[in-house]
């Protein structure tokens, strides 16, 4: 066994994804290398390596917006193997308990920050309009931003329109919430509005999965460590593991990061 996996010291919680040997390549560079990772109900996980390690494509691979060559997914009753043929309406089951929030916003420039949040629910949930106004609202006023309903995109600040990606992304009331950089195109002060929203959700015990090149962050507000070297998990621990490991290219990521 690798003695850098410390899952024993994790907390028990409810698995709602499982991936097995997966694999993922662009053109001859393998990215993915044989991964198998577990996400769990009520835990945030945050992803951690250097640039190319393949964070944002294991987080892109875990919603389906890059498709595996390799592997098995698994979610409650529903399993797919990426080796065999399988069709678009099978990956729905998965795609659609999964919220996604991107390091450029991805705001609708033509809908202002209410119509953005309700568009999900109301256009792919089939929620009513009144009832998705209701959520949006209260989503809204819980990242700061129940003033802005009416705003359009062009007149937010960066970090307020992550924050109403944020919104937006809980709206659609997700099994668990990917974040991808979401502070990577943000100024300090502006970082520091959104990394409070997260750090909130984290301690409601929201299901997040986060890749983040913040060591900071990372610390507060993750209970597992993924650490990604090479395309393949490294480290799969608590933070206090991972901030006090011996091993060499744990210690000299951090030290290269705290920089």
């Known amino acids: 066994m ?3 996996f410390n899952t024993k010291s994790l ?3 409810t698995k709602i994804r499982n991936f097995t040997n997966l694999n993922k390549s662009f053109g001859d560079h393998l990215v993915l290398d044989n991964i198998s990772v ?3 109900d009520g835990q945030t996980t945050v992803i951690v390596g250097s640039s190319g390690s393949g964070k944002s494509t294991l987080l892109r691979c875990i919603n389906l917006l890059e498709i595996p060559q390799g592997g098995e997914l698994e979610l409650g009753r529903e399993r797919i193997n990426f080796s065999t043929k399988f069709s678009q309406s099978e990956l729905l089951p998965f795609r659609q308990h999964t919220g996604m929030v991107f390091q450029g916003f991805n705001l609708f420039p033509h809908l202002n920050v209410l119509e953005n949040v309700i568009e999900g629910p109301v256009h792919v949930l089939g929620v009513s309009k009144q009832a998705a106004i209701k959520k949006a609202e209260e989503l809204l006023g819980k990242v700061g931003l129940g003033d802005k309903k009416d705003a359009y995109p062009n007149r937010l600040s960066g970090g307020q329109s992550q924050r109403v990606a944020i919104a937006r992304a809980l709206a659609m009331d997700p099994y668990f919430l990917l974040l991808d950089e979401p ?3 943000l100024d300090p002060e502006l970082e520091a509005e959104v990394l409070k929203v997260i750090i909130s959700l984290s301690r409601e015990k929201k299901s997040l999965v986060i890749v983040t090149h ?3 962050f990372a610390r507060k507000v993750a209970d597992r460590i993924l650490f990604l070297d090479k395309g393949k998990i490294a480290f799969d621990g608590t933070p206090e593991q991972f901030f006090t490991s011996q091993n060499e290219r744990i210690v000299n990521f951090i030290s290269a990061m705290d920089i």
Do not use: R, W
């Open 11 to 13: 907390p028990v919680c």
């Open 2 to 4: 690798n003695p850098f």
């Open 183 to 185: 502070t990577s195109a």
């Open 38 to 40: 577990e996400i769990f």
């Open 214 to 216: 913040n060591m900071n």
